[in-house]
């Protein structure tokens, strides 16, 4: 028996089909099947490389190009001191932004940390760290 056959039996002699349908463009419904499937959510694209390293001298590192709409993770670890921030471009790295939140500063630490800093939905933007340890080996590591 083919899955899309079901058998009737009596007394009724009929069985109710139920059919999920969209509008078509043109108002009109068309049926949901093969040639015309419902819409799905698009999955963001595959991540990028991170961007590793390790640092003793002052340096800015990147790009990074974030995937749209997922959280960026910066991971920063070693025994150090001094000055580690994100920055944004939109002109492949000739100007870099400090983030803010509401014209606060944002994503810039003086230890290590774990967390995410950001998501980008402007697909010409890149990240870049800056990083101006005044002593120790800054290890850091940007992904998603």
């Given at each position: 028996?083919?899955?899309?056959?079901?058998?009737?039996?009596?007394?009724?002699?009929?069985?109710?089909?139920?059919?999920?349908?969209?509008?078509?463009g043109a108002g009109k419904i068309a049926l949901v099947s093969n040639a015309a499937p419902l819409p799905t959510v698009s999955l963001a694209p595959a991540a990028p490389s991170p961007l590793e390293g390790s640092t003793g001298i002052s340096t800015v590192v990147g790009p990074f190009a974030p995937a749209a709409f997922a959280p960026v993770y910066l991971t920063l670890s070693g025994d150090w001191q001094g000055?580690?921030?994100?920055?944004?471009?939109?002109?492949?790295?000739?100007?870099l932004h400090p983030l803010t939140i509401g014209g606060v500063s944002w994503a810039a630490y003086a230890g290590n940390a774990c967390e995410p800093v950001w998501a980008e939905s402007d697909s010409s933007a890149a990240l870049y760290l800056e990083l101006a340890p005044k002593s120790g080996t800054i290890t850091y590591r940007v992904s998603q």
């Open positions: 028996m083919s899955p899309h056959r079901v058998p009737i039996e009596a007394p009724g002699g009929f069985a109710p089909v139920m059919a999920i349908g969209q509008e078509d000055l580690v921030r994100v920055m944004r471009s939109t002109d492949g790295g000739t100007t």
